[in-house]
């Protein structure tokens, strides 16, 4: 299901029973497929969208702002269900809180696809993503693993890399530090990324680790740069043949993604 984020800046999180008051409000689509997608399509690739979406004039909206960012929405299939919304709060520091209000709508892979170069899935559609991996073995398939779920557990080990959150890897492995996570993941996925936001990522590839550093920058609004290091890895995995080297474009994409508030301002102009 597509999702409307309703962002607030503040300077600061409102303590309890406080009241504060936003320095800017915006309403922007958001969702890591979304926030991927439009990541793929702002650096040059082209992305198609395959989700659910409401009915309402809230959701036309929605899927408006992103089929005019050139994310193929063809294959969008409307619901009758409320668009799902989050409440996204970012203050001064670039860190955030989330309320989301989400409901699960199945969806149905379409029968007529191009073939596309890479698949990206993160779970929350895991018939429809067991389906197109299925359906195109040639294309490079990465899967988003932000927590242990049902989506997840099934897709993990069905993908080319397993890209895992902190968090996911942590869940997943019964370990304390994402080093440790990593080889226990290795053990079990031979192209493994365990994403630590400020403090880096980590990597094996087939057999071989190593440790990316996070960027010094000035972080204005981190909202969405997970997302957007999936996507920006996604679409280099398609131009790149290093794979480090495409860790590291992903990793300068999504930390510039952190200077702006808006994702689409901040990485179209990206080399």
């Not at 309403?27 to 969208?49: E, F, S, Y």
């Not at 979406?53 to 909206?61: I, K, M, P, Q, R």
């Not at 242990?148 to 895992?164: A, C, F, I, M, R």
Request: charged share 20%; net charge negative.
């Amino acid at each position: 299901m597509l999702v409307a984020d309703l962002k607030f800046s503040t300077q600061h999180f409102p303590k309890k029973d406080e009241k504060v008051f936003a320095d800017s409000f915006n309403l922007i689509p958001g969702g890591p497929a979304t926030n991927a997608a439009i990541a793929i399509q702002q650096l040059g690739g082209k992305a198609q969208l395959l989700s659910t979406s409401g009915s309402c004039s809230l959701s036309d909206a929605i899927l408006k702002m992103i089929s005019d960012t050139g994310v193929d929405t063809e294959k969008i299939l409307h619901v009758d269900e409320a668009l799902n919304i989050s409440a996204v709060f970012s203050e001064a520091s670039g860190e955030r809180r989330v309320i989301s209000y989400r409901q699960k709508v199945d969806y149905d892979a379409p029968k007529h696809l191009e073939e596309p170069a890479a698949i990206l899935v993160d779970g929350h559609q895991p018939k429809a993503s067991l389906e197109l991996l299925k359906r195109f073995p040639n294309a490079t398939s990465v899967l988003d693993a932000g927590s242990v779920h049902e989506g997840t557990e099934l897709l993990y080990d069905k993908v080319n890399w397993l890209v895992s959150s902190k968090k996911y890897a942590l869940a997943k492995t019964s370990q304390n530090n994402p080093q440790d996570a990593l080889q226990s993941l290795a053990e079990i996925h031979p192209k493994v990324v365990i994403t630590c936001g400020g403090d880096g990522l980590f990597y094996s590839i087939n057999g071989n680790s190593g440790y990316v550093p996070a960027i010094q920058i000035n972080c204005i609004d981190s909202n969405g740069a997970g997302d957007v290091f999936h996507g920006a890895f996604t679409y280099a995995l398609t131009t790149q043949s290093d794979p480090v080297d495409c860790l590291n474009y992903a990793n300068s994409v999504a930390a510039k993604s952190c200077e702006h508030h808006d994702i689409i301002d901040s990485i179209k102009d990206h080399p």
